[in-house]
């Protein structure tokens, strides 16, 4: 997503928050204008885990869906 221009990525660039469900590097928080620790990344999170990002920082979240 971070070679996108146009439309709702931008506005994510814009705003600095949002959610990353299970990140892969830790420049996938560049969108937000964050950094993720390395050790965030080792983790092997469940299904539904991820960060919550807000102005610069990252909170460790877990989303459920119920049934």
């Keep these: ?14 705003s600095g928050s949002g959610m990353m469900l299970s990140p892969q590097t830790s420049s996938d928080a560049d969108l937000f204008g964050a950094r993720l620790a390395r050790s965030a990344l080792g983790q092997s999170l469940p299904p539904g885990g991820g960060f919550l990002m807000r102005t610069g920082s990252a909170e460790r979240v877990q989303v459920i869906w119920p049934e």
Excluded: D, F, S, T
């Design 1 to 14: 997503m971070g070679g996108i221009y146009r439309g709702p990525v931008v506005a994510l660039k814009r």
